[in-house]
């Protein structure tokens, strides 16, 4: 069996083609003319987009001190689109550069063409009320401020955010994705080869349609054959 061909459509699109080998165990040899015949040609070969998107999203949640709690979301988005090799592009923050090798790695170990780019996302929220500061954790912050702009003088002034967050004691505990964010990434590309699919599935139809028209058009014009002779 020969390695899948890929052929390109439009600027975005390509299809992947299964083409086998004439004397493959499932061709046969025409008595007629000699030719073998493969089998798996009576039925309409694998067709599969290169483009084609998936996400995939886990919530987790981190106990904090005085009643809080953090829900944070982890969010991973896979585009694909035409290209001849694989070429794999990351968009991760921070706490997930850790792991880009082993992303690579899955998605080279099912995707083989196309342009990929991989993003993620982590988005956190907490539950915890708001409380008034304390005046001495204001005392305290505007004396730690003053001390700063002593030695940096460019340092900016802490903005009400800041005090807020700096008096609330919000934890700064953060969830370990090292586990969730692999099986993550398998789901969206299990769904990705889906949307792959489903999209191939479209275009060949359609281009079964644009063949069936053109066979007609032939029959149509085998008439016309021996006055265009003459």
């Known amino acids: ?90 968009r991760l923050p921070d706490e997930l550069r850790a792991l880009e090798p082993a992303l690579r790695s899955l998605l080279t170990a099912r995707l083989k063409r196309g342009k990929v780019e991989v993003r993620a996302a982590i988005d956190v929220s907490s539950n915890q009320s708001l409380s008034i500061p304390a005046a001495a954790q204001l005392q305290r912050l505007v004396a730690l401020q003053d001390s700063v702009q002593a030695w940096l003088p460019k340092a900016r002034d802490l903005s009400v955010a800041d005090v807020v967050r700096l008096c609330s004691g ?22 990705l080869l889906a949307a792959r699919a489903r999209e191939g599935e479209r275009l060949s139809a359609m281009l079964l349609g644009h063949i069936k028209q053109l066979s007609e058009l032939a029959k149509s014009a085998v008439p016309l054959v021996p006055l265009l002779v003459e």
């Open 1 to 90: 069996r020969y390695p899948p061909m890929t052929v390109p459509v439009g600027k975005v699109a390509g299809l992947i083609f299964d083409i086998f080998k004439e004397d493959d165990p499932g061709s046969e040899r025409n008595p007629d003319n000699g030719h073998s015949e493969s089998n798996h040609l009576k039925s309409p070969m694998p067709v599969y987009s290169m483009t084609g998107y998936a996400s995939a999203q886990h919530s987790a949640s981190v106990e904090g001190g005085q009643e809080t709690q953090s829900n944070s979301r982890l969010g991973l988005e896979i585009r694909a689109v035409n290209s001849r090799f694989l070429d794999l592009s990351f």
């Open 170 to 191: 919000t934890s700064t505990a953060s969830t370990d994705w090292s586990e969730v964010a692999p099986t993550l990434a398998e789901k969206a590309i299990t769904d």
